[in-house]
């Protein structure tokens, strides 16, 4: 585990050779804010702290309320930013919205992380009430303090964690934000191979996520079908019969497509239809269980395993 600063024009004109000596590995510095805002010291910031060895990181304080805003500020950020070349980039996204912000955080990653690798800063109870699963696409940068582990709610894990926003260092007065790099981002960092996440953990994280949209299931999304998550399937075997329709539906529809029980097209999305019925039942006689297109524990072991 790396140990690592985040510092923003709030912090003034500051040693980074203080903050090498108390050894750190990694410095993260504000970039720019918004469409306009730009960090006057990022460049000297990140100059000075490449002169000395460390990874570098630029992040974007975002104010965007829509996809269209959160395209401006991403190309307004790229242009500010690039000049650097920090090894990575981050959007902060600590902005009070209304409703799922998922699709126009995604908006801003996909058009800065060709700066380089991406991440977003977001601390818990903001994933909970902003995000869904797919914003895992890109690893997590999670803010959460006075805690042994945090919590990362959609992801397993995380790239970086900020666990305190009042450290001290020596030769730097007032307080710091001070971090943790995990070792597989770090990894992804000196090798510029990105982490690939398990494709079969993130589908179990957006069945997660479905059964609690769908059926207040009330389960950690974490990608694992522990005790809780097969209780909450378990739950809903007498439910999802021919004409039901939710998004956890749709996640076994897809799940049938991957094995080639169904075709493309060849079935209504999200609803429990004919050949959704049939492609299950199909599945049930290859695997040998109950051939009744019942969805119990045993034909889930199918879908949460392969």
Known sequence: MLKGVDISNLNGSISIDSIKNAGNSFLIAKATEGSTFIDKYYNDNIAKAKALGLITGAYHFARFQTKEKAIQEANFFKSIAAGASPDFVVLDFEQQCNGDMTEACLAFLEIVATIAPALIYCNPSYIKAYLNS??????LWVAHYGVSSPSTVLWPDYAMWQ??????????????????????FYNSIATGEPVKPDPLIEQIKSLQYNLNIDYNAGLVVDGIAGPATMAALKGIQDIIVKGHKSHVVLWIQQKLEQYGYLKENSYTSMLYDEP??????????????????????ETWSIFLNN
């Open 276 to 297: 959704t019925f049939q492609a299950v039942t199909e599945l049930q006689k290859n695997w040998e269980r109950p051939t009744d297109g019942v969805l119990r524990p």
């Open 134 to 139: 797919s914003i895992t696409k890109y690893p």
């Open 163 to 184: 666990y305190t926003e009042k450290g001290q260092i020596p030769g730097i007065s007032g307080y710091l934000d001070l971090n943790y790099m995990a070792e597989p």
